[in-house]
């Protein structure tokens, strides 16, 4: 229901750019986020925007990290700024949206795109 891409190698210092595109069969988005899984760790919340762009940052990406919307389209981005290594992780776009088939509240989560901040 959710697509993302963007990821990628990047050096230490760099720039990668996340999007994450619903379905069709999404019909309306409230609050979107990006989560990143560490192996053996907790899933983290990296960043949250709400449907009127408040957006919230992790702690560790603060000032790196910006997160955008744009709701005509049901997109959305993350541009992400002096990648450092311990950023290096799959990220997981969220959504909390209505199904067009249902009429109902859902959480839908894209497949995850891997980054990778070589030091």
């Known amino acids: 229901q959710l697509q993302a891409c963007g990821g990628g190698l990047v050096q230490t210092g760099g720039s990668l750019r996340l999007a994450c595109a619903a379905s069709?069969?999404?019909?309306?988005?409230?609050?979107m986020a990006w989560y990143r899984h560490p192996p053996g760790e907790q899933r983290e919340l990296v960043a949250t925007?709400?449907?009127?762009?408040?957006?919230n940052y992790a702690d560790s990406v603060k000032g790196r990290f910006t997160i955008s919307r744009d709701n005509a389209k049901n997109t959305m981005s993350l541009q992400m700024n002096s990648l450092k290594p311990e950023d290096t992780d799959v990220y997981y776009c969220?959504?909390?949206?209505?199904?067009?088939?249902?009429?109902?509240?859902?959480?839908?989560w894209g497949q995850g795109t891997q980054v990778t901040v070589s030091s």
């Open positions: 925007i709400t449907r009127g762009s408040r957006t």
């Open positions: 069709g069969n999404i019909l309306s988005i409230n609050d």
């Open positions: 969220y959504a909390r949206g209505i199904s067009r088939a249902t009429m109902t509240w859902g959480d839908y």
